[in-house]
């Protein structure tokens, strides 16, 4: 019996690898010298901020209709949630929300192909005004949980609802 079980996890195992060679592919670009909005206070947090927001956007690969499917996205500005305040007595800054005009925003671009023909292309600006509305996400600590739901919405109502649709 325990020898057939590990049969059976192993052709699990083989077919889940099969489906993942199988998945699309997220294909992230951005520019770091760009006059980005707000995406971080120095250049090393801006680039942490827009690595972190193009591994989100990468790990939706697999959800790609397609085996080929091939989806570039190319982050044109961001706008974090919230606003840096100074706090306390030594001025650090502290970025603070609190459900105003402070709503996270993303602009990008996108152009989504299978087997080398294009399926899908446009320009998106993103915003979520009631981003505080919503529960925790599962990474109550990433300080980016707001912006990567916004980008995670986006795909899944223009991307896979566009592939949805007849």
Not at 85 to 104: C, E, F, H, Q
Not at 147 to 153: A, V, W
């Amino acid at each position: 019996m325990n020898r057939i079980a590990r049969q059976a996890g192993l052709g699990l195992l083989c077919s889940a690898a099969l489906v993942a060679a199988q998945a699309g592919t997220v294909e992230v670009s951005y520019d770091p010298a760009t006059a980005w909005a707000d995406a971080g206070d120095t250049p090393n947090e801006r680039t942490a901020t827009l690595e972190s927001l193009a591994a989100a956007l990468r790990a939706l690969g697999p959800r790609l209709p397609g085996q080929d499917a091939v989806l570039r996205v190319r982050l044109l500005d961001v706008d974090l949630a919230g606003t840096l305040l100074p706090v306390g007595p030594t001025s650090k800054m502290m970025r603070i929300v609190r459900g105003g005009a402070d709503w996270p925003r993303l602009r990008l671009s996108y152009t989504l192909s299978e087997g080398g023909r294009e399926l899908r292309r446009g320009e998106e600006q993103l915003s979520d005004m009631a981003y505080l509305w919503h529960p925790n996400a599962a990474e109550p600590s990433d300080p980016l949980q707001r912006e990567k739901r916004l980008l995670t919405g986006w795909f899944e109502q223009r991307i896979l609802g566009a592939a949805a649709a007849p």
